[in-house]
C-alpha cells in the first residue's frame, strides 16, 4: 500500500497544483493567439543556423519530392529518428522528433505513422534542434527536430500510401488512407491503416553429434503471415488566450498465422529419402486500444502548464502446436495455448517557467498504473489424446504502482553554452500473485546534467552523465515455451531493475548545406544487469548478473557527392562498434552481453534527377549478429556478408510518388550455430550442435503515395 500511496498522492497533487497554477493564472493577462497561419509564417525564416537550432524550410527538401513530413525529416542532414525507449510510463519513452514543440501524447503511435499522416502542405518549416534550448521541451534529449505545421484547410486534405510487396511469389497489399480537415476551429485527423507482410524464410537445419558428425538434416519452410487494422483519430483546438487541447485514439487488431514444416533425413542409415516430418503451427491474434490527449495551460508568455493522460488496453491470445511423424506414423504433439492482458494508465503534470532568457525550469509529477494478466497451459499428446503439463509461473498476475517526481533546470550563459540538470524521484511497488507470491518496492533517485557548447557556427560538443533505472519487462515474470526451439523460459518474480549511471560525448561538425559529421561515444556503469541465470540448475529465464559495463562508438555522416560529378546525390554512411563486458552466472568468466550487435556498418546513397523527375540509390549494411548463453547451450546468429537493397521512384504525375525497390538483391542468408551441452555450460561437455541456414529471398514493391 505505501506506493499505492505514493502514487494517489503524486496524482492527487498534480490535479490540485494544475488547479491552483490556472486560478493564479487566469488573473494574468492572455497572451496573443500563437496559431501558426501558413500564409504568413510560412516565409518567416530562411535556411540556417542559429542557437544550436538549424532551420529547414520547405525549399530545401524540394528535389527530394516529399509528400509527407515523414519525408522531410528522413532527409534531415545528420538526423535519424528514434522512437524513444518501449517502457512503461511517459516521460522514460521519449523519442526525438516534437510536433510545434510538443511531444506527441500517445505511446502506441510511432513518429513515422504520425509523421506520415501530415501533408506537405501543413509543414512550415523543420527545425534541428542540437542542444537544450529554453521554451521548447526536450526532456533530457541532446538533439531533436522540430516540425513546425501551420492550421489544416477548411476544405480539408487525403493523404495516402499503397504499397504492394511480392515476396517469394506471394504478394501482399498494405496502405493507409488519411484526411485532415479544420472544423470548428480545430483541426481533425482521420485515417485507416492496413499493415502486414507474409515473409516465408526457407533452408536447411543439420545437426552433428559431440563428435562432429552429421547426423541429421531438415529441409523447412516457414510460411508467415501478418494481417493488422489499425483506425486512429487526433484532435487539436488552439484558444485564443493560448490555451491548447489536444486529443488522440487508436484502435487495432492483428492476426499472425504460421506453418512451419521440417522434412526430416536421418544420414545415420545413409538415405536421401525423408524418414520424418514435423509441423509448427502458430495461431495467434489480438487487439486493443489506446486513448490520451493533454490540456495546456498559457498562464502568459513564460509559464504555461501541461496535463497529460494516456490508457491502453491490450489483449494477445497464442495458440501453438507441434506434432511429429516418422515414417511409421505420428509420434508425439505439444500444444501452447496462452492468453495476456495487459493494462497502462498514465496521468503526468508538467509546469514550464521560463524565467528569463538565460533561465528556464521545469517541474512535474507522473502517476501511473500498470497490470499484467496471464495465463499459460501446456499440452503433450503421446498418442492417447492431449493431457497438461505443469509448469511453474504459467498462471499469474503483476501489478504495479508508480510515482515519480522530477524537476529540471536550464542555464543558457552565452550564445555558445546551454546547460541542463535534472532531478528525478522515483517509488514504485511491484506486485505479483498467482502461480506466484511477491510483493516488493522500490525507490530511486535519477539525477542528471548535459553540457552543449557551439565553439563555432558549424562545430559543437555535446557531453552529458545520467542516472538511468530500467523499467522492468512484465512478460519475464511469467514463464513461456518456444516450441520450434524445444526451449522453456521459467519467469522469475525476484528481477530487479538495472542500474546505470550513462556517460556520452558527441561533436557535431556541419558543412554546406546538406553535410554533416557526427562522432559519439557512450560508457555505462551497470549494477545489477538484467539477463540470463540459472533458476535451480534446471532451467533458466530472466534475473540479474551483477556489475557490468558497456562502451559504444559510432560514427555518422552525410557527404553531398556534387564535387564528385554526381549532381543533386549524397552519401549516408554509419559505424556502430561495441565492447561490453559482465560475469557469466554459468561458468563464472567475463563474457560479452548477451543480445548485443558487436559491430555495424552501412551506406546509404540517393541521387535526384530533377530534371526527369526522377530519383534513384541504394543502401548496403553488414555486422548484425546475436548472442544467446543459456544453462545447457550457447548460440551465434549472424547475418551474411551484406544485405543489399535499390530504388527508382519517379514523381512525372503531379502529386504522387511511386517508388519501385528490390530488398535483399543479394538474397542474403542468416546463418545460426547452437552448441549443446551435456550437463550444465560449466562443465564444457559438449553433447551436440545445431547448424541451421535460412533466406528470405528477394522482397519486391511497389508503393504510389500521394495527396489530393
Not at 520424418?276 to 490520451?292: A, K, L, P, R
Not at 560538443?461 to 512484465?474: D, G, P, Y
Request: net charge neutral.
Amino acid at each position: 500500500m505505501a506506493n499505492r500511496n505514493h502514487l494517489l498522492c503524486a496524482s492527487a497533487l498534480s490535479v490540485v497544483f494544475f488547479a491552483t497554477s490556472a486560478v493564479m493564472g487566469s488573473a494574468q493577462s492572455a497572451p496573443e493567439n500563437s496559431d501558426v497561419s501558413c500564409a504568413t509564417d510560412c516565409d518567416a525564416n530562411s535556411s540556417g543556423s542559429t542557437n544550436g537550432i538549424t532551420v529547414f524550410e520547405p525549399d530545401f527538401f524540394a528535389s527530394y519530392n516529399p509528400v509527407t513530413a515523414l519525408d522531410m525529416v528522413r532527409q534531415v542532414p545528420g538526423f535519424s529518428i528514434d522512437n524513444g525507449e518501449r517502457v512503461r510510463g511517459f516521460g522514460g519513452a521519449a523519442g526525438n522528433v516534437l510536433i510545434n514543440g510538443e511531444r506527441p501524447s500517445t505511446k502506441s503511435n510511432g513518429l513515422q505513422e504520425i509523421l506520415g499522416r501530415i501533408a506537405l502542405s501543413r509543414v512550415v518549416r523543420i527545425e534541428l534542434i542540437r542542444g537544450s534550448v529554453p521554451g521548447i521541451d526536450m526532456r533530457g534529449l541532446t538533439r531533436a527536430v522540430n516540425v513546425v505545421l501551420c492550421d489544416c484547410s477548411e476544405g480539408g486534405q487525403t493523404t495516402f500510401s499503397i504499397n504492394t510487396r511480392l515476396w517469394r511469389d506471394r504478394a501482399f497489399v498494405t496502405g493507409e488512407l488519411t484526411y485532415a480537415v479544420r472544423l470548428f476551429d480545430a483541426d481533425f485527423t482521420v485515417s485507416l491503416q492496413r499493415n502486414g507482410q507474409g515473409r516465408r524464410p526457407e533452408g536447411i537445419e543439420e545437426n552433428f553429434d559431440a563428435a562432429g558428425n552429421l547426423t541429421e538434416r531438415r529441409e523447412e519452410e516457414d510460411q508467415r503471415w501478418f494481417r493488422e487494422w489499425q483506425p486512429t483519430f487526433n484532435m487539436e483546438k488552439k484558444f485564443n488566450n493560448g490555451d491548447a487541447l489536444r486529443l488522440n485514439g487508436k484502435y487495432w487488431n492483428w492476426m499472425w498465422d504460421r506453418n512451419e514444416t521440417s522434412r526430416i533425413f536421418d544420414l545415420t542409415g545413409g538415405g536421401d529419402v525423408p524418414n520424418g516430418f514435423d509441423f509448427n503451427t502458430s495461431d495467434n491474434s489480438g487487439n486493443g486500444y489506446e486513448v490520451g490527449g493533454d490540456f495546456e495551460k498559457k498562464f502568459s508568455e513564460n509559464r504555461s502548464a501541461k496535463l497529460i493522460f494516456v490508457k491502453t488496453h491490450r489483449v494477445n491470445k497464442f495458440l501453438d502446436t507441434a506434432e511429429s511423424f516418422s515414417a511409421n506414423g505420428f509420434t508425439g504433439a505439444f500444444q501452447v495455448d496462452s492468453n495476456q492482458s495487459q493494462n497502462e494508465t498514465i496521468l503526468r503534470l508538467l509546469y514550464d517557467w521560463t524565467m528569463n532568457s538565460k533561465h528556464t525550469l521545469q517541474v512535474g509529477s507522473e502517476g501511473a498504473i500498470n497490470s499484467l494478466n496471464s495465463g499459460l497451459d501446456i499440452f503433450e499428446d503421446t498418442g492417447n489424446g492431449f493431457t497438461p503439463i505443469s509448469l511453474a509461473v504459467s498462471n499469474t498476475k503483476v501489478n504495479e504502482d508508480r510515482g515519480e517526481f522530477f524537476g529540471s533546470w536550464v542555464y543558457t550563459p552565452t550564445s555558445k553554452w546551454t546547460l541542463e540538470t535534472g532531478l528525478r524521484y522515483e517509488a514504485s511497488k511491484i506486485s505479483q500473485s498467482g502461480d506466484a507470491s511477491r510483493a516488493r518496492t522500490f525507490k530511486f533517485w535519477k539525477p542528471s546534467f548535459s553540457a552543449t557548447w557551439n565553439f563555432t557556427d558549424k562545430d559543437q560538443i555535446r557531453t552529458s552523465i545520467e542516472r538511468k533505472v530500467a523499467q522492468l519487462n512484465f512478460f519475464d515474470f511469467v514463464s513461456n515455451v518456444n516450441l520450434s526451439d524445444s526451449q522453456t523460459n521459467l519467469g522469475n518474480p525476484e528481477l530487479e531493475p538495472d542500474r546505470t549511471w550513462e556517460f556520452e560525448t558527441a561533436w557535431e561538425h556541419r558543412f554546406g548545406t546538406k553535410g554533416s559529421l557526427n562522432v559519439k561515444y557512450r560508457h555505462f556503469w551497470i549494477s545489477e544487469v538484467q539477463g540470463r541465470v540459472p533458476i535451480n540448475n534446471t532451467s533458466d529465464g530472466p534475473g540479474n548478473l551483477g556489475n557490468a559495463r558497456r562502451s559504444t562508438f559510432e560514427i555518422e555522416a552525410r557527404i553531398p557527392l556534387d564535387r564528385f560529378g554526381l549532381k543533386n546525390a549524397t552519401l549516408d554512411t554509419n559505424l556502430f562498434l561495441q565492447d561490453s563486458s559482465v560475469t557469466d552466472p554459468v561458468t563464472g568468466e567475463k563474457r560479452f552481453f548477451e543480445g548485443r550487435v558487436r559491430q555495424f556498418w552501412g551506406l546509404d546513397f540517393r541521387q535526384d534527377l530533377n530534371d526527369l523527375k526522377m530519383a534513384w540509390g541504394w543502401d548496403y549494411n553488414s555486422g548484425n549478429s546475436w548472442r544467446q548463453f543459456r544453462l545447457f547451450e550457447q548460440s551465434l546468429t549472424r547475418r551474411g556478408s551484406g544485405d543489399l537493397d535499390a530504388f527508382i521512384e519517379t514523381t512525372r504525375i503531379k502529386g504522387i510518388t511511386i517508388t519501385a525497390s528490390v530488398d535483399n538483391i543479394f538474397n542474403q542468408k542468416e546463418r545460426r550455430t547452437r552448441t549443446f551441452f551435456s550437463g550444465t555450460r560449466d562443465l564444457g561437455v559438449v553433447s551436440g550442435s545445431q547448424l541451421r541456414v535460412r533466406g528470405d529471398g528477394r522482397l519486391y514493391s511497389l508503393r504510389i503515395k500521394g495527396t489530393f
